[in-house]
Structure formats: C-alpha cells, structure tokens
C-alpha cells in the first residue's frame, strides 16, 4: 500500500534485478481453470459465494439467506448508495479526511455496498461501518510513518528475494484495527443486505477476484478474522515493493496456494462485477467513487536516462489505465441505472510528493479532503476532474 509512486518504483527495480517468485509458496502452483465460467477454487471450511473474480459470471442461489437479504434491500424501493473507495497508497489520506467532511456535512448516508481497493481496503470497512470510524481513519493517515507500514530491504530483492520491502509492520497495523469485535459488526451489517467488498489481484489467474468480506465475517469459522486481515493485506501489496500474499486454497480435494497482490493491479477502482444485473430502478440509485489520486495529467521535466524514462512511462500508464477504470464504472453505472458522483485529489493540490508517508503531506491531503467533504460542492464529471471541461 505504498503508492503508485511506489508501485512505478518498485517494477523499476524488478525489471533490473530479474527477481523470481520461486520460493513465494510452499506448494505446487494452483492448476489453471479448465474452461471459462468454471467455478473458482474453494477456500478450505468456507462456501463458493465468499468471492468470485470481477470479470466473470455469478449466479448466486436467491434463496440463501444472506443472498436473499441483499435481494431484499436493493429492490424494496429505498434508496441505494454505493461507495466504491480507490487504491492510491498515502494518497489515501485524501479519501479519509473526504469521508470526515461528508460527515460533517451532514449529508453522508449509510452505504448499502462499499467497495475497496488496495489503500481503499484499508479504508471501506471504517467507511462501510460508519462515522463513528472517522477517528480510525484520521490517526491512520495523519500519524503514520513509512517505520509503521514497511521496512526496506533492497539488498534482498536484487539478491533474488520477493519484494525491496518488507511488509509485517503493515499487517500489524491492519490486525489492530481489524478486531473480532470489528469483524463481529460487519458481520452484523451483512445480515442486514449490507455488502463490504475488497478486491485482490490473483497473480496465476491475471484476474481480480472480490472478496464479500462481510461473508466470511458472518461464516462463524474461527479462522475469519485472520482471512479478512489477510485479503485486506494481499489487496495492499504493491508487487515488488511488498512480498505477495499467499491464500489456501482447493480444487477437486488438492489443496494450494494462490499468491495475491494489490487488487490495483487489474482494477484501480470497482463498483460491482460487470455480470452483476441489477432489478429495474424502483428508488434512488446513487454511486459515490472517491479517487485517491489526481485525475488530471501532470507535467513533469523526464529524466533522460533509461529509468527516468521508465519511471515516467509507467506513472502515465497508471494515470491512464485509472481513466479506464472509471470509464467502466461510468458504464456500470448507467446499466445500473445509478447517479453517478466523483470526487478525486484537486488538479492544484500544492504539495510535490517527497517520499513515501512524509507527515506534512498526508496531513495536508487529509484536511485537503476534508474540506471538500464539507463543502458537498466536490462532485465532479471524469472531464472536470481531469481539467478538461474548459
């Protein structure tokens, strides 16, 4: 969860060290699916619906209790708001101070579904819970150093290691918070129809899989608090900067291990599985997407060396494939027959970025967001937010 600075410097450094992912598991690789459409492996003790990847098809049984408490609350003629929080690493900052605005100004609703991705795992379950847990978000992005969520280690990845850093200070911090009480009280909210969703990229499939956290927090299984520090931890994991995050996982009586990286990987930012057909409108359909990024391209002198050069290329790739992904939230949200609403990192947010977690920073982007969280006048179209609509 460093930041996509940290995600164009990390594959910087893989492609001159030539590291390999040889000792990332203790099993065999996972088999590849045989067919499109075929179910995805099974966690051990847990029921197929807990995930499903983002772009294939899922049909779950109505009839289930928790499906059919999700099927009772999206179509009874309330209204139905969906917060779909981005990755962005310290960026994140922008999003919680946001989330602390909106509180304030009074206009916030309850989130039916929330969805997160990478340094938005962190913070959809304190959004999806509610603004009692704006105070958790707060202290997280405005006094958290770079020693609370990583330490480097360089030499071990040039020297065929998995990752420039190691990340056990990060899942420290996400153990703390993601208590069983937490865990108890998304469970609560899932009987309810309630959704919290964190999306990871499996790196063997090359796919995103969503994972309905509130599902295995109501599963009752004991291991269901270390799973969903795991997933949040896994959608986190900047490949080659942080080590991937292995899940067990089985097929046909053969146990493996997935390896999961940063769910940015595949999707920046989502709001349901494209699959997903949603019941004629009959109430208010609103779709709230926070960017923890700027939207808008911003001009930077190249270095001209090979890194530089590389460095540069990468960080525009990544600006570009965030457009893409809200292009396909823009399209999802129309076949939903949604409101769509964006907000993202102002085009003239003043600070230049130091290095990873530098205090002034977070805390500056924090009230930056909190600001605009208060003024409710935020809200744009992707052009506006980009500095395109003139």
Known sequence: MITRRGMVSGMVVLAAGGCSFTHARNSDPPPPDRRTGEPMALIPGY?????????????????????????????????????????????????????????????????????GVSTGALIAP?????????????????????????????????????????????????????????????????????????????????????????????????????????????????PGVFQPVTIEAERDGVRFQELHVDGGVTRGVFAYPASVRLPPRRGERNMWVIRNAKLAPE????????????????????????SGDIYLIQSIAQAGDFDLRLTAVPPDFPLPYVRPFEPTYMRTLFATGEAAGRSGRAWGTLAELKGLDG
């Open 47 to 115: 029921d197929s619906e807990i995930r499903s990847y983002e772009d294939g098809v899922h049909h779950p049984d109505p009839g289930e209790p928790l499906t059919r408490a999700v099927l009772s609350r999206t179509s009874s003629g309330r209204p139905i708001n969906l917060l779909a929080v981005s990755g962005g690493g310290d960026d994140g900052a922008y999003g919680a101070g946001f989330l602390k605005g909106w509180t304030q100004n009074g206009s916030r609703p309850e989130f039916d579904v929330v969805t």
């Open 126 to 238: 304190m959004a999806f819970l509610g603004s009692a847990y704006d105070g958790y978000l707060e202290d997280f992005y405005t006094r958290t150093s770079a020693d609370d969520i990583y330490r480097v280690r360089i030499l071990d990845l040039l020297t065929g290691g998995l990752a420039a850093a190691d990340s056990t200070p990060l899942a420290r911090r996400i153990a703390a918070v993601v208590s069983p009480a937490l865990v108890d009280r998304i469970a609560e909210e899932r009987r309810k129809g309630r959704l919290l969703l964190v999306g990871t990229t499996n790196l063997d499939a090359q796919r995103q899989v969503i994972w309905d956290i509130g599902r295995i927090a109501a599963s009752g299984r004991p291991d269901r608090v270390a799973l969903i520090r795991r997933v949040i931890l896994a959608s986190a994991s900047v």
């Open 299 to 322: 001009w930077d002198a190249t270095r001209s060396t090979a890194v530089g050069i590389v460095r540069r290329s990468l960080s525009t790739l990544l600006k570009s494939q965030s």
